[in-house]
């Protein structure tokens, strides 16, 4: 295959014979030379491409060039004289593949905001940002699945349509094959679905959790990652209806170990980043989050902080910050709270652990106080809450109890329960958000700006 351009920015000039192929970021006409830089998206810095007008396209086509322009330069790569750039490319031929009107074509070489890039959204990875949003984002996609493999963990494919609610919160989206017309007949039937394409009412996975259990209780280890969808009409920058999330089960392990993992995987992570993207991570730094990478750096070098959500309650009532949000035992934290424990207490990540269990799911294992669960949840500086789990309630009879209490029907979730009555041990798990992953290593404040297509209330693009 062709090099690329990061490929060749890593090279020594050679005079070598190449091709490249990428979009115009701009050109700048000097009488009888172009000077064009080019971009193919694998890194964030373009090589300059010098066109000269013995070219047989130069007056008509090449110094008519505009940005967004797609081309195919041929030529030599050669010693830049110009500063901050080792080599450049000198042409010998410009083909042009895609031409782009500069009259109507939205991408300048002006800064765009946020708000108005996501009105463009087929358009917007030519960004300098969001271009480097992607390459960070396949960077940790990557690194996952090695973290992962290297612990001895198998992925396991877990479904996207589902009949099961892990979370028990009634926000997942419906599927059917029923026409409006046949829905219309059925609706105000005891079960409207009994005529659908599974014969039940379905919905879009919430998660992946409780089939990731059956997989750790027959295989160890095991993790599933893909997208995930909520039906909660909720316009804030940290929610979406379809996002992806990261979630591993371990057979054999307690929270204690869970957290232990959830910890490791962090900070791998996120080393990975700093030793592989570095010119990206300037770029966050530089523009979007100043101070971004010493604050990574801090996350990989310490320790996360411990507390129990009782003693985090107390922090929480002793501060003298104002919150928007009454804090009490019993409540649920939010966003605000989350933030001040780790940026104003802890000044670093911080693990949350044994939640009230009547603001946690089902599944979590019931401390022997009988009024916690064995849970945690991860909160970093600047996003909140990044990771939530719990060892898993492995005990048939409690776990039988919380699901009445929950009024969920016994027979729907008879193979879960059957997971505890055939060679049940104790596991636990979590899950990651994997957007609020991307915008804590990348500085980014919405959450719709860290996946390429954000779905939320009313905004469904491409």
């Known amino acids: ?47 300059q491409v010098i066109a000269e007008s013995a070219l047989k396209n130069y007056a008509d086509e090449i110094r008519h060039i505009s940005t967004g322009t ?41 800064r765009h905001s946020f708000e108005f890039l996501r009105s463009i959204s087929h358009l917007r990875p030519r960004t300098n940002a969001l271009g480097a949003v992607a390459r960070i984002r396949s960077e940790l996609n990557f690194a996952i699945h090695r973290f992962f493999r290297e612990q001895g963990f198998f992925q396991v494919h877990t479904p996207i349509i589902t009949t099961s609610d892990c979370e028990g919160a009634g926000e997942m989206f419906t599927v059917t094959a029923l026409s409006d017309k046949e829905l219309g007949k059925e609706f105000g039937k005891k079960n409207p679905f009994a005529q659908d394409f599974f014969g039940r009412k379905a919905g879009l996975t919430v998660s992946g959790q409780l089939q990731a259990e059956i997989y750790a209780l027959s295989h160890g280890r095991v993790y599933t990652f893909g997208p995930t969808f909520r039906a909660e009409n909720s316009n804030t920058s940290r929610h979406l209806a379809e996002f992806w999330m990261l979630e591993p089960e371990m057979a054999f392990c307690d929270l204690a170990g869970d957290m232990d993992v959830a910890e490791a995987l962090i900070q791998n992570l996120i080393n990975t980043v700093l030793e592989n993207c570095a010119d990206d991570l300037d770029l966050f730094n530089q523009f979007i989050s100043k101070g971004l990478i010493e604050k990574l750096e801090t996350v990989c070098r310490q320790a996360f902080t411990r507390m129990t959500y009782s003693q985090a309650i107390q922090e929480l009532e002793g501060a003298k910050q104002q919150f928007e949000y009454p804090v009490a035992w019993g409540s649920d934290l939010q966003a605000e709270h989350e933030r001040f424990l780790c940026e104003e207490i802890a000044g670093r990540p911080v693990i949350v652990t044994d939640y009230p269990k009547t603001i946690k799911p089902f599944y979590m294992r019931q401390n022997e106080d009988g009024k916690t669960v064995a849970a945690m949840d991860i909160l970093v500086p600047g996003i909140g809450e990044l990771v939530g789990g719990s060892q898993r309630e492995e005990r048939l009879e409690l776990l039988t109890a919380r699901m009445q209490e ?39 404040s919405n959450i719709r700006d860290v996946i390429p297509f954000p779905r939320t209330p009313s905004n469904a693009p491409c």
């Not at 110009?82 to 070489?109: H, M, R, T, W």
């Not at 193979?415 to 596991?427: F, K, M």
Request: hydrophobic share 35%.
């Open 406 to 444: 929950a009024k969920l029907d016994l027979e729907e979730y008879s193979w879960y329960l059957d997971l505890r009555r055939y060679g049940s041990v104790p596991h636990a798990g979590f899950g990651l958000g994997f957007e609020r992953l991307v915008q804590f290593v990348t500085g980014m």
């Open 70 to 110: 797609a081309v195919k330069a041929t030529g030599t790569l050669v010693e830049s004289p110009a500063k901050g750039q080792v080599v450049e490319v000198q042409a010998e031929s410009i083909e042009i593949l895609g031409s782009a009107d500069p009259s109507n074509y939205p991408l300048q070489k002006k």
């Open 1 to 47: 295959m062709k090099a690329r351009i990061k490929e060749l920015l890593g090279t020594e000039p050679s005079e070598q014979h190449i091709v490249i192929e990428g979009w115009v970021r701009t050109c700048r006409n000097s009488g009888n030379l172009c000077f064009i830089e080019l971009s193919d998206g694998s890194c964030l810095s373009g090589i």
